[in-house]
């Protein structure tokens, strides 16, 4: 079992740059594929990167895919998600969550474990 804590969200201008960490506890982070999702208001969750146990796997939504970056570093058992260039519509709780299955999934309900999100919000 594994517990996910998040943070570095907060309020930034678009074109801005923000990291986002998630904090895992419990044992074999590295053995977790993780991704990170997002839910605007009023819309489902939504994914938007996941990255392999190793980290050397990474697979990006359209939406952000060369604007965001996920990596990870084991010895720490910590998730970042990089973003930059951000938009309006980038706006959103991101929450990171873990596959205990393998990684590359993209569905909510594949992932068993997830953190209780932090709050991005870009304007104008």
């Known amino acids: 079992q594994v517990q996910l804590v998040e943070s570095g969200g907060g309020l930034v201008q678009a074109g801005g740059s923000l990291r986002l960490s998630c904090a895992a506890s419990?044992?074999?982070?590295?053995?977790?594929?993780m991704a990170w999702f997002r839910q605007a208001p009023g819309k489902e969750r939504e994914f938007v990167g996941v990255?392999?146990?190793?980290?050397?796997?990474?697979s990006y939504a359209d939406s952000v895919r060369g604007r965001f970056t996920i990596s990870r570093d084991n010895a720490k058992n910590v998730l970042y998600l990089q973003m930059n260039s951000l938009k309006l519509e980038d706006t959103a709780v991101y929450y990171c969550?873990?596959?205990?299955w393998g990684w590359g999934r993209r569905e909510v309900l594949n992932y068993d474990y997830w953190g209780q999100g932090t709050q991005v919000t870009v304007s104008s």
């Open positions: 419990g044992r074999s982070f590295d053995v977790y594929g």
């Open positions: 969550a873990a596959d205990r």
């Open positions: 990255i392999s146990g190793s980290g050397t796997g990474t």
